[in-house]
Nanobody, 115 residues
Framework: QVQLVESGGGLVQAGGSLRLSCVSS????????MAWYRQAPGKQRELVASFISGGSTSYADSVKGRFTISRDNAKNTVYLQMNSLKSEDTAVYYC?????????WGQGTQVTVSS
């Protein structure tokens, strides 16, 4: 059974930093994409950062230069380092993994940035 478990969310002041982690288990197929999404209250879920083909990374314009996606394959973990946080970064953050057999979501972790 595939499981994705996010952690690292919390309450932080504007300008602060957080690092989110997403640990996966039960995935036997080749991973095509690993990504972080977020969903703010009343808004659609949006792509924040992802690993794309060839190992390159892609970021939403709103987080470029502030967020960094990374991974540790040995630990089956993908990270999202978030610096210079703003109130508009407040959302539930989800990791998503796509394999040849389908895609999987974590349960989400709440990030709240106070101004």
């Amino acid at each position: 059974q595939v499981q994705l478990v996010e952690s690292g969310g919390g309450l932080v002041q504007a300008g602060g930093s957080l690092r989110l982690s997403c640990v996966s288990s039960g995935i036997s197929a080749t991973i095509n994409t690993m990504a972080w999404y977020r969903q703010a209250p009343g808004k659609q879920r949006e792509l924040v950062a992802s690993f794309i083909s060839g190992g390159s990374t892609s970021y939403a314009d709103s987080v470029k230069g502030r967020f960094t996606i990374s991974r540790d394959n040995a630990k089956n973990t993908v990270y999202l380092q978030m610096n210079s946080l703003k109130s508009e970064d407040t959302a539930v953050y989800y990791c998503k993994i796509v394999t040849m057999y389908g895609y999987y979501w974590g349960q989400g972790t709440q990030v709240t940035v106070s101004s």
